[in-house]
């Protein structure tokens, strides 16, 4: 099993919908999460950071942290076509920098116009 | 702020030339500097991490090396590629948990 499994779609939504991405996750000790957004041939950017469990919003994404379930979510509301990209969620224990990020595969979204 | 610059942005190199991939950081002192390899489908795999100068780990047993001669410069090599190293190499950087990615280089080995 992997530590982190995340639905690699392809995932195609009319434009304006609302938009849910998941990542699963098997450790227990991980506490810091973070989602990020890589259009093609791009690197991964920084989308989202969270600690612990809970909601943060930050304009039309919020990202969510279900620690009793092992679950997070990323939501985009009124999605738009520069949304199409891959979002990969990834993890950490500590949160000190020398510690590796576990990633997920990513998820392949289509906004259609 | 800090910014991270990787280099070239594509390269096409034939089977058992050698290779060399630079990244170098700007705006932070003594990050951890990462090598990952991303295949479609496949999500990221970490080759190689650095928490200082001349300290690297390997990740996967591979035909690659990495280098870091400065603080602030992570550097990918190979001494004869191999078909099998085609893919998207990205440099990262990090001093808490989030990592901050370069733009990557696309490598094909023909």
């Known amino acids: 099993q992997k530590e982190v499994e995340q639905d690699p779609g392809p995932l195609s939504v009319p434009e304006g919908a609302i938009v849910s991405l998941n990542c699963t996750y098997s450790?227990?000790?991980?506490?810091?999460f973070m989602w990020y957004r890589q259009y093609s041939r791009k690197g991964p950017e920084l989308l989202m950071y969270?600690?612990?469990?809970g909601n943060k919003e930050d304009g039309r994404f919020t990202a969510q942290v279900d620690k009793s379930s092992k679950y997070i979510s990323l939501f985009i509301r009124v999605s738009q076509p520069s949304d199409s990209a891959t979002y990969l969620c990834?993890?950490?224990?500590?949160?000190?920098?020398?510690?590796?990020?576990?990633f997920g595969t990513g998820t392949r979204l289509t906004i259609i116009p | 702020s800090q910014t991270i610059h990787q280099w070239p942005a594509t390269l096409v190199q034939p089977v058992g030339s050698p290779l060399s991939l630079e990244c170098t950081v700007e705006?932070?002192?003594?990050?951890?500097l990462y090598w990952y390899r991303q295949a479609a489908g496949r999500g990221l795999q970490l080759l190689f991490y650095?928490?200082?100068?001349?300290?690297i780990s390997s990740e996967v047993p591979q035909n690659l090396s990495a280098s870091r001669p400065q603080d602030r410069q992570f550097i990918l090599s190979s001494k004869k590629l191999l078909l099998s190293d085609s893919g998207f190499y990205l440099c990262?950087?990090?001093?808490?948990?989030?990592?901050?990615f370069g733009q990557g280089t696309r490598l094909t080995v023909v």
């Open positions: 990262a950087w990090s001093s808490m948990a989030e990592a901050f």
């Open positions: 969270t600690y612990s469990s």
């Open positions: 650095s928490v200082g100068i001349g300290q």
């Open positions: 990834a993890m950490s224990a500590t949160g000190v920098g020398n510690e590796k990020l576990t």
């Open positions: 705006g932070t002192s003594n990050p951890n």
């Open positions: 450790n227990s000790a991980f506490q810091y």
